[in-house]
């Protein structure tokens, strides 16, 4: 389980492309100061494991179905990465939960800067909009944010100088495309209240 706080921007440095799979080599020397093989480590958002590495990078098999449900098909060599390892029993829980298991993705359709922050709206498909609400968690490209504003078929968040200057959504333009992963607290709620309703009916 992660929360959200990326510890480190990272980089790809190499990506090696199978028939239906692809080995990512991502420089991160903060988060695999401790790793060990079999350890997750979050990248952009999907929970991937740590195949090998040595004091400064390490590796990880993404396969088919990641490659199509995510972002990390797009990702080449140089790429930034946001990366987080999963959360001690003992850490402090920063953001909120978060699976590292990505529910879809979205285009940035627009960027709007204040004074010190910027406001950046994201796509968001009707199959995800019931999960989103205004005020709400919502994790982009593996960084938990609060989310500002709801329309027809968009979401806002607010991005702090922290946010900007530390993850990839400081550099992400309109058009990119970043990985989703809705609150899944709001996924057992929904699937509770469809159980009551059936039961409810079956009685």
Known sequence: MFTGIVEELGRVESIEHGAESAVLRIRGPLV?????????????????????????????????????????GELVE??????????????????HVVQGHVDGTARLLQRTPGERWEVVRFELSAALARYVV?????????????????????????LIPTTLELTTLGSRQVGDLVNLEVDV???YVEKMLVAGVVAGEQA
């Open 32 to 72: 695999v100061s401790d790793a060990t093989p079999g350890a997750s480590i979050s990248c952009n958002g999907v929970c991937l494991t740590v195949v090998e590495h040595d004091e400064a990078t390490f590796s990880v098999d993404v396969m088919a179905e990641s490659l199509r449900r995510s972002s990390l």
């Open 78 to 95: 140089g790429s930034p990465v946001n990366l987080e390892r999963a959360m001690a029993a003992n850490g402090r829980f920063g953001g």
């Open 134 to 158: 205004e005020k709400g968690s919502i994790t982009v490209d593996g960084v938990s944010l609060t989310v500002s504003a709801v329309g027809e078929g968009f979401f806002e968040v607010s």
């Open 185 to 187: 607290l709001a996924k």
